[in-house]
Nanobody, 124 residues
Framework: QVQLVQSGGGLVQAGGSLRLSCAASGRTFSRASMGWFRQAPGKEREFVAAISWSGDNTYYADSVQSRFTISRDNAKITVYLQMNSLKPEDTAVYYC?????????????????WGQGTQVTVSS
């Protein structure tokens, strides 16, 4: 069993920054790519960012490109999402996810394990 434990998030004013963390525990994949998704009230869950096992390849949704940065620390099996220049439309519950493949994916159904979710609220 794999557990993904998220931390970070909270309330921030527009233009501010937050960092989300997601640490994996339990069964450890020798190779696992990870991603971040978000779900706003009344909307479907959407892709935010993904990163390959090596960290060499990253992928972003157009809406967050140049504002968000995904990174990972493989020694800690932890992935981060640095969010800068936050906008009210970034308000959502954010989820991290893991899949036992080298490359990341923007497809939520490609991920096998999910974190518990963390609320990010951006006030105008």
């Amino acid at each position: 069993q794999v557990q993904l434990v998220q931390s970070g998030g909270g309330l921030v004013q527009a233009g501010g920054s937050l960092r989300l963390s997601c640490a994996a525990s339990g069964r450890t994949f020798s190779r696992a790519s990870m991603g971040w998704f978000r779900q706003a009230p009344g909307k479907e869950r959407e892709f935010v960012a993904a990163i390959s096992w090596s960290g060499d390849n990253t992928y972003y949704a157009d809406s967050v490109q140049s504002r968000f940065t995904i990174s990972r620390d493989n020694a800690k099996i932890t992935v981060y999402l640095q969010m800068n220049s936050l906008k009210p439309e970034d308000t959502a519950v954010y989820y991290c996810a893991a899949r036992p493949y080298l490359s990341g994916s923007s497809d939520q159904y490609a991920y096998d394990y999910w974190g518990q979710g963390t609320q990010v609220t951006v006030s105008s």
